[in-house]
């Protein structure tokens, strides 16, 4: 096992590595930018160093840095997290050169997974469902419109360097088509310096289901289940729940064997993701993630496996911890993401002071947070500050715990995103699972009016809760209590 650990990232995820940093009995080491001196990881850490100005390029996006601190410390691994350095295969090649082991995949199954081309094709090569249409880049307009036609439109060209929703265009007729060609180009060369587009058949209303992997290095892959993930919005992931609403056991079998067959194919080791797009009874591979994901306790709850841990354990070398006969799902957990942000704003960021903070428990309940009464939230970074996670036996009572959790979640001083999510747990269409990709939009106007009502009464609630979360009348309430007694001491001596 590594005898210290560098998180090379912030908030709720470095907490989440320290603390299983700390039931492996490794040491962690924090870095901190200038916004994050007061952040809570940094002060979790056993070890914490400052790495720099606020800005991403000269914190947490600078390896140079980064490796030194790693080397100072004496680090002999890092845990990138998720965003930040988690995809950049230059981090690995240069904790190589370091004698510094990155715990995650391979630099290069990262590039390859990262080129969205190359992808389809090594999933085409390896037997996997993929959404019907080229695996080459296109050469021409024409060779483009060919393509159009014998596919049938809807189409859609994306970027091969593209993901996340940027370098995408959906064409429902011909006359679209060179417009979309074009300005994807031009999107793609801007954004990633590379114009390579592609296209495929547009689904229209599908469900994005994906399946989390774990591979150890003696060649041993499972898969740990599904998750839906069809609640977003402009490719921001806000709800997520696992098992999917739809998955059945042969669903789960074929999907399942579909993404272990995904992995192996390209030797893919430690945490990782495929996703799916699902359709009509049918699915097709979308994508691979090359890290931990920010809904990964959904799955830890339902399978009982901690997936940082063993991301850990797998990287020092040890084979995994299970086979698949051994995993099995248990219950359901929704996950709710927790963000500085004003839902009936546009979802606008809202940084700033916590001036009350009090978290939900109780059973069935875990949060998964970054910060604290009183603490500043920087403007720096994304605005994500916790995820509230919940388990029950069935989906109908863990979404009346999440509508219970959210309840006693009391967050003071700014906007967040928990009127949104009680908004979406009293929806009825969510109720019913009856989800896909354009679920926020197609449903805004009713979540909309949700929110409303729910702030209107979340006011009452805050009234009542002044009272506790005011530190000035807190301490006056105090100082009253002690007054009071020392008078009726004096009285009592008289
Ligand atoms: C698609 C699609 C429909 N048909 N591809 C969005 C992110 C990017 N990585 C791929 N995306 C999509 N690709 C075909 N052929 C719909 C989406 C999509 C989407 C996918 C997953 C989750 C949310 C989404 C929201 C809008 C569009």
Redesign the pocket.
Known sequence: MFDKILVANRGEIAIRVMRACRELEVDSVAIYSDADKTSLFAKYADESYHIGESTPSESYLNIEKIIDIAEKSKADAIHPGYGFLAENSNLGKECEKHGIKLIGPKGSVIEAMGDKITSKKLMRAANVPV?PGTDKGISSIDQGIKIAESIGYPV?V?ASA????IG?RTVYEEDELVRAIESTQSVASSAFGDSTVYI????EE?R?IEFQIMADEQGNTIHLADRE??I?RR?QKLIEEAPSPIMTEDLRERMGSAAIKAATHIDYTNAGTV?F?YSNGDFYF??MNTRIQVEHPITEIITNVDLVKEQIKIAAGNEICCSQEDVEVNGHAIECRINAEDPLSDFAPNPGKITGYRSPGGIGVRVDSGVYMNYTIPSFYDSMISKLIVWSPSRNDAINRMKRALREYVILGVKTTIPFHKAIMNHEAFQQGRLN?HFVDEHHKGIQDNMEKVIAQDKEMENRLKSTFLPGKKVAAISAAVGSYMKSVQTSKK
Do not use: F
């Open positions: 959404i859609i994306k593209g993901g996340g929703g995408m495929e058949k547009y689904l599908p994005h993930c069809s977003q490719h996703e797009l979308l994508e990709t």
